[in-house]
Nanobody, 126 residues
Framework: QVQLVESGGGLVQAGGSLRLSCVASGRTFSNYGMGMGWFRQAPGKEREFVAAVSWTGGNKDYADSVKGRFTISRDNAKKTVVLQMNSLEPEDTAVYYC?????????????????WGQGTQVTVSS
């Protein structure tokens, strides 16, 4: 089993920054290399992919809407994945979820993620 806990959400003005963290626990996370991802869900909308990173951190992918503004990184020794969000826009307002997939690579498909955190709210005011 893997437990994921997100933190770092909050209220920020447009143009500001937030840093989301996701801490993983559980022996499975260490024994099986896992790709990690961030997804978000805005009110009335479906959950969408934001960013993903492979187990080694060497491969990453981003949704077109966040490229150049968001950066995903990970520290396996600390079992932590970080999403640095800059130049935030009101359209970025959503609940952000951290997820872990049983793959050494990464995936942008939410159904391929096995473990999910509870989410953290990000609100960007105009």
């Amino acid at each position: 089993q893997v437990q994921l806990v997100e933190s770092g959400g909050g209220l920020v003005q447009a143009g500001g920054s937030l840093r989301l963290s996701c801490v993983a626990s559980g022996r499975t996370f260490s024994n099986y290399g896992m790709g990690m991802g961030w997804f978000r869900q805005a009110p009335g909308k479906e959950r969408e992919f934001v960013a993903a990173v492979s187990w080694t951190g060497g491969n990453k992918d981003y949704a077109d809407s966040v490229k150049g503004r968001f950066t995903i990184s990970r520290d396996n020794a600390k079992k932590t994945v970080v999403l640095q969000m800059n130049s935030l826009e009101p359209e970025d307002t959503a609940v952000y979820y951290c997820a872990a997939a049983r793959t050494l690579s990464f995936t942008v498909v939410s159904d391929q993620y096995t473990y999910w955190g509870q989410g953290t709210q990000v609100t960007v005011s105009s």
